[in-house]
Structure formats: structure tokens, C-alpha cells
């Protein structure tokens, strides 16, 4: 079984400063993790995901996420914060790195960026 | 290149009523997945069609079925509606094909029972 643990389902950060969104998972497999972003009234975009090469990611719109196996965490960041990345952000994990099996989703964490 | 589309995009339902919701998926993916995304949570899987059949299942009842056509489109059914249905529902496509690809996700429907 394979869950997902988001911690704060809100975080506030003034533009410029530092986006840190924290998700730990717990899973029987070595996993596959994927960070989302949902703007309102729309869908999920694929941000980035680990895929068991690099254990640092990059992803789109500067965001990057490090995979921690001793720790079980797949945290987000972004160096300085920008008013369009105001969202709602959900990390998931899977048993494969497409779509061949289902995604769990944590509860997702609502970043509010201030001027 | 047409991403994956939904419609409607809102809805409006009664308790007991049925509905039912449609997706179409990218240009090229074969794989339709439905996820369930409840006010304040994130989205729960619901199921997966590949080639016309329900290939995985999640913890949902039997009220919930679906469908996928020949041209890989699909649809989501829901019968006798409970108020707790009311949800964000998402399509997400994929192509077996390409095993490191990531679902792509259309914008959902939005079903509010009454």
C-alpha cells in the first residue's frame, strides 16, 4: 500500500522568498513520485516526477524536488517565489512512472504568495 | 494538438438522479484513468479503461461504472447520487506505449448534487 502525507495544507511566502512544500510518502516498492499543480478551475499539470535516476529533480517554472529514501520525503522548492505561483500544489506517488498504474495523492498544500 | 477534453464542465444534480460525464482523451493515448476530487482533498482514483475495459478499480461502489469507446473516449456513470458525490471529477490520459510518460489531466467537471 502506498500513501501520501503533505505536510500544511497551507503556506504563505512573500514574492522573492523561498517555496518549500513538504511531502513525505510510505510505500512497500521502491516508489515513483510526482509533484502537481492544480490553478483554479483546472486540472492537474505535471510539475515533475522521480523516476529512480537522478535524486534531484527539475521541473518546470524553476520548481525542483529531492528524493530522500532515509528520510521517505520528495520535497518541493523554488528559490524565490513568484505572485504566479500561487496554487495548489499535490504531491502523488505510484508503482510505475506513467500512467500504467493509479496515483495516490496526498491532500494537497494551497501556496499563497504575497506582494 | 487537442489535450484531454471533458465535458460538461458543470453540473447540477438532484440526490438519486444518475449522470454521466465524458472525456475525450490527447491525440495518440489508448488509457483513460478517473479520479474523484472532493472540496479541500486531493484526487482519489475511481478507474482505469485500456482497450474497452475496466483494468483497475479503486475503492469506490458499484454505483460508479464507466465506459470506453472504440475511439478511446470514456465515460463516467453514476447512479442514484448522494449529496457526498458532489466533486471535481478529472479525466487523466496515458499511451501504454510509452511507459515513462506522465498522465496528462483534463480541467474536469464539477458536479454539484443537491
Known amino acids: 500500500a502506498q500513501s501520501v502525507t503533505q505536510l500544511g495544507s497551507h503556506v504563505s511566502v512573500s514574492e522573492g522568498a523561498l517555496v518549500l512544500l513538504r511531502c513525505n510518502y510510505s510505500?512497500?516498492?521502491?516508489?515513483?513520485l510526482f509533484w502537481y499543480v492544480q490553478y483554479p478551475n483546472q486540472g492537474l499539470q505535471l510539475l515533475l516526477k522521480?523516476?529512480?535516476?537522478?535524486?534531484l529533480v527539475k521541473g518546470i517554472n524553476g520548481f525542483e524536488a529531492e528524493f530522500k529514501k532515509s528520510e521517505t520525503s520528495f520535497h518541493l522548492t523554488k528559490p524565490s517565489a513568484h505572485m504566479s505561483d500561487a496554487a495548489e500544489y499535490f504531491c502523488?506517488?505510484?508503482?510505475?512512472?506513467?500512467?500504467?498504474?493509479?496515483?495516490?495523492f496526498g491532500k494537497g498544500t494551497m501556496l499563497l504568495v504575497s506582494p | 494538438d487537442a489535450g484531454v477534453t471533458q465535458s460538461p464542465t458543470h453540473l447540477i444534480k438532484t440526490r438519486g438522479q444518475q449522470v454521466t460525464l465524458r472525456c475525450s482523451p490527447k491525440?495518440?493515448?489508448?488509457?483513460v484513468s478517473w479520479y474523484q476530487q472532493a472540496l479541500g482533498q486531493g484526487p482519489q482514483f475511481i478507474f482505469q479503461y485500456y482497450e474497452e475495459e475496466e483494468r483497475q478499480r479503486g475503492n469506490f461502489p458499484d454505483r460508479f461504472s464507466g465506459h470506453q469507446f472504440p475511439n478511446y473516449s470514456s465515460e463516467l456513470n453514476v447512479n442514484a447520487l448522494l449529496l457526498g458525490d458532489s466533486a471535481l471529477y478529472l479525466c487523466?490520459?496515458?499511451?501504454?506505449?510509452?511507459?515513462?510518460?506522465?498522465?496528462?489531466f483534463g480541467n474536469g467537471t464539477r458536479l454539484t448534487v443537491t
Open positions: 491525440s495518440g493515448h489508448d488509457t
Open positions: 502523488a506517488v505510484s508503482l510505475t512512472p506513467s500512467g500504467y498504474s493509479t496515483l495516490t
Open positions: 522521480y523516476t529512480s535516476a537522478a535524486t
Open positions: 510505500s512497500s516498492v521502491p516508489p515513483y
Open positions: 487523466a490520459s496515458s499511451f501504454q506505449g510509452a511507459p515513462n510518460s506522465p498522465l496528462h
